[in-house]
């Protein structure tokens, strides 16, 4: 399934349903994997992050290094939410999870909205 801008809450529930249904493999194999898992799971975010902020009209004047750079910073604050479930013991539905993410991203864009860069 191609991600859109229609589509993307229900594929990333998708997403974390899978996490959350195969918790027991994420639990026993992160803490050994020496990052690979939060490498990789970062540069797959980012990299739909990044289609997703292409197709947003409002960011399309932005340089690519602008663009993939964001991609990247908002893939890493959404896997460290993530990581923060897992030490939770996925107690949260995905949903929930969901919602924390992009909570968290709209009370940073509302810190930077208001701070005056000069």
Request: proline share 3%.
């Amino acid at each position: 399934m191609a991600l859109t801008l229609e589509n993307w809450r229900p594929a990333v529930i998708q997403l974390l349903e899978r996490i959350a249904d195969n918790s027991k493999i994420f639990l026993n194999a992160y803490p050994y994997d020496d990052g690979v898992w939060r490498q990789s799971t970062n540069e797959f975010v980012a990299a739909r992050l990044s289609i997703l902020l292409h197709a947003m009209p409002e960011y399309r004047y932005l340089k690519e290094d602008v663009i993939e750079t964001s991609a990247e910073f908002i893939a890493a604050g959404a896997l460290g939410i993530i990581n923060k479930w897992a030490n939770d013991n996925f107690t949260a539905s995905p949903r929930t999870v969901l919602d924390q993410i992009t909570t968290a991203n709209r009370l940073f864009n509302g810190i930077l909205d208001r701070w005056k860069l000069s």
